[in-house]
């Protein structure tokens, strides 16, 4: 389409892409000859369109200051831009319709117009980036829930209430077409393990009558704790059998914490069919396939939690420190929830471990289809034959961080930045 638009063309509904825009359109416009199609329909001018997308850009993106970088040992400096340009910003909230760039040159007279003459938000130079909270500064309204039902089930009722259900359900409402996108391809969050997957599982070892129990019955010893005799765990409460696992040795290993000198019995398992689990890694960096407008009444809530999700794994896999078990409480109870009452039923879950950069672990709920007597077989798991290995730890490493002291009597630790370490050191 090789026509010249300008803020006073006038756009139908059926040329917008975006079906909440079209919507306003369709609502607020009047019957006028279309510039891009020529049909007489419903239609609103480009300069109108601008005033409507506007307040959701100020909204959802901010400008991104500048950063300036100096080259080592010389006075050259050079400029970095981050973010994407306005055209960009457009494209991902109005679509790729041919008026684009005419709206762009709308919002620019905007700008020009503003009455705050020390800052321009829209120019040819500026950069936005999306704003992934809830809005205006606020905090999470997902974080907030999270936390007053946590602070509830600590201190008041453990029992899982309305409240406890309300906010799980609401998290977790359309997770199936949530889905991660890396390397170019989509890969959802409730991932399949096809029957067969290795499992790694690892025990600490305290005697030696202990190790001999070990050697004679891995299957039993090595294998998820029998109904009643489980103890609380971070996904699960106490006397709730779970089987907790790695997908690699090494990991499975370290999150024993074994000090130097300790023996730890590894043991190898197969998935004994194919599992359904849901991947908290990949809620880190999600798409929602049923992509909402920007101009829809729910696109703030559901921004809002689509942010929260991107945290809920560090919520999930951050280790508690010993004596503070009860952290473990709400973990616990969403692991009850995604066992039992989530649909559609999954098997189990995987995170990634704090323990071993780059391992993964991996918690697996008993089979739904009634308790036996023998546990091993209820969970989704058979033994190999093939090990239990076992290792000694012969030396441990450490990495430290500075954090601000005011963050640690708040409970949420923030680290001290490097060019403040550095001014120390002036």
Not at 370 to 391: L, M, R
Request: glycine fraction near 6%; proline fraction near 4%.
């Amino acid at each position: 389409m090789n026509k010249i638009f300008s803020s006073f063309s006038q756009v139908c509904w059926k040329c917008i892409s975006d079906q909440g825009l079209q919507k306003i359109v369709k609502n607020s416009g009047k019957r006028a000859q279309c510039s891009g199609c020529e049909s007489t329909l419903i239609c609103v001018s480009i300069e109108e369109i601008a005033k409507i997308v506007d307040p959701v850009i100020r909204m959802f993106f901010s400008v991104q200051e500048h950063e300036f970088y100096t080259l080592e040992d010389t006075d050259y400096y050079f400029e970095q831009e981050e973010g994407e340009t306005l055209s960009a910003v457009l494209h991902e909230i109005v679509g790729a319709d041919y008026f684009v760039d005419a709206l762009e040159s709308s919002l620019f007279e905007i700008g020009s117009e503003s009455s705050d003459r020390t800052f321009n938000f829209y120019n040819d130079e500026a950069r936005y980036e999306a704003i992934f909270g809830y809005g205006f500064g606020e905090p999470s309204k997902f974080s907030e829930v999270w936390n007053e039902v946590n602070e509830k089930i600590k201190l008041h009722s453990r029992y899982f209430g309305n409240d406890t259900k309300n906010l799980f359900d609401s998290i977790f409402s359309g997770l199936q077409s949530l889905h991660s996108f890396n390397e170019g391809e989509h890969t959802s969050v409730i991932r399949k393990i096809s029957k067969g997957q290795p499992i790694w599982r690892a025990r600490r070892c305290t005697s030696p009558s202990e190790l001999n129990k070990f050697l004679l019955s891995p299957q039993v010893e090595l294998g998820a704790p029998p109904l009643g005799l489980a103890k609380a765990g971070r996904m699960n409460a106490e006397g709730i059998s779970v089987f907790y696992g790695a997908l690699e040795e090494d990991t499975c290993i370290a999150e024993m914490r074994p000090s130097i000198g300790d023996i730890t019995v590894v043991g190898l398992f197969d998935t004994n069919k194919d599992l359904l689990v849901l991947d908290f890694s990949l809620l880190e960096c999600t798409i929602n396939k049923n992509k909402l407008s920007y101009f829809d009444d729910k696109f703030l809530n559901e921004r809002d939690k689509q942010n929260f999700l991107r945290q809920l794994h560090k919520l999930i896999s951050a280790p508690v420190v010993p004596g503070q078990e009860r952290n473990y409480l709400i973990t616990q109870i969403l692991s009850e929830y995604l066992a039992h009452i989530f649909s559609p039923k999954i098997n189990g879950l995987q995170f990634n471990s704090t323990q071993r950069d780059g391992g993964t672990n991996i918690v697996l709920f008993l089979n739904q289809s009634g308790f036996f007597p023998d546990v091993v077989d209820e969970i989704p798991v058979t033994y190999t034959g093939k090990y239990p290995k076992i290792f000694e730890t012969t030396k441990v490493s450490y990495r430290n961080r500075r954090v601000r002291p005011d963050s640690v009597r708040q409970g949420d630790l923030i680290p001290v930045p490097d060019w403040e370490l550095g001014q120390e050191g002036e």
